[in-house]
């Protein structure tokens, strides 16, 4: 399952050329079809997940023991398949953790004069880590669900003490604002993504992955001066350029909502394993930070130009 965010890349759902099924007419709910786009057909060449035809122990561990005692063969198990539940169940999961962390690190680490330095040493950290191992799990070709939920404990730590900082010393309130408009953003793109207002094809692919991969770029260049040159650096993140860019990673993040949204649909389509839904929540819950911390950037910068 391949993340839309615009820093990590995992295996798709499909194997045409990394996109997440286009063009293909998977069948909802039904069986795997062998096509070239669907990694999840049983006997397709190349795919990890196709059982060796004629295998009395594809998908029924009784298989052997049913053909010594004479009982007729069974359908193959569909229990093993992701569905949506999976998906919401692991999200939900990945995002409690996450959460839970968060309100911790806001309530045990204080952002007053003669802690701040230290708390937000902390929050630093945390994101190192939390960095380090997103990119583990996004070069493993199997989620591992504890790496995921490690990520999401100290990814929360670090929007605790950023959160906490801006709401604390910038803004009253721009956390529950931040996670409000990330709510509703989210809310936003999955009524018109289900309305088809939203259609993600190769060229919808093509024109995010190339916005983001600017932008990303733009951002470290902007830092490195920041870091050697002292200040703003080149200004992309305060001031007036800095709403610019922080609507621009907005809109950014709901096209990465729309293509996790159909890496999910292309997933229950076409019969992926049920461990990949962790992989669905792990590319969510990227995004969803992406938009929370950019509505938390743009509500700071907005409020210190008062």
Request: hydrophobic letters at 50%; glycine letters at 12%.
């Amino acid at each position: 399952m391949r993340s839309r965010n615009p820093v990590f890349s995992r295996r798709g759902f499909s194997r045409d050329n990394g996109y997440a099924g286009f063009n293909a007419a998977p069948q909802a709910g039904g069986p795997a079809v062998a096509t070239q786009g669907n990694p999840y057909a049983q006997g397709t060449q190349g795919n990890p997940y196709a059982q060796p035809a004629g295998n009395p122990y594809a998908q029924n561990p009784y298989a052997q023991q049913d053909l010594q005692y004479g009982t007729p063969p069974q359908a193959p198990a569909t229990t093993g398949r992701m569905t949506m539940d999976d998906v919401v169940i692991r999200t939900a999961s990945t995002l409690g953790v996450l959460v839970v962390t968060a309100a911790l690190a806001w309530a045990l680490l204080p952002v007053d004069d003669a802690n701040i330095n230290r708390s937000y040493g902390i929050g630093i950290g945390a994101a190192l880590i939390g960095m380090v191992l997103a990119l583990v799990q996004s070069f493993k070709r199997k989620p591992t669900p504890a790496l995921i939920l490690l990520y999401a404990a100290f990814e929360g730590v670090f929007l605790g003490v950023v959160s906490s900082v801006v709401d604390n010393r910038i803004a009253d309130g721009a956390a529950m604002q931040a996670v409000i408009g990330t709510m509703a953003v989210f809310a936003g793109v999955l009524i018109a993504y289900k309305a088809g207002w939203i259609r993600v094809n190769r060229r919808f692919y093509g024109f995010v992955m190339a916005a983001a991969l600017g932008f990303v770029i733009l951002m470290m260049v902007n830092l490195l001066f920041a870091v050697f040159g002292g200040g703003d650096g080149l200004g992309f993140r305060s001031g007036a350029l800095g709403v610019v860019f922080g609507i621009v990673g907005i809109i950014l993040g709901a096209c990465f909502l729309a293509l996790d949204f159909k890496q999910v649909e292309d997933g229950l389509a076409y019969g992926a394993p049920r461990e990949e839904a962790w992989f669905a929540a792990f590319g969510l819950t990227l995004t969803l930070v992406w938009i929370y911390l950019e509505f938390l950037r743009l509500i700071a910068i907005l409020n210190s130009n008062d």
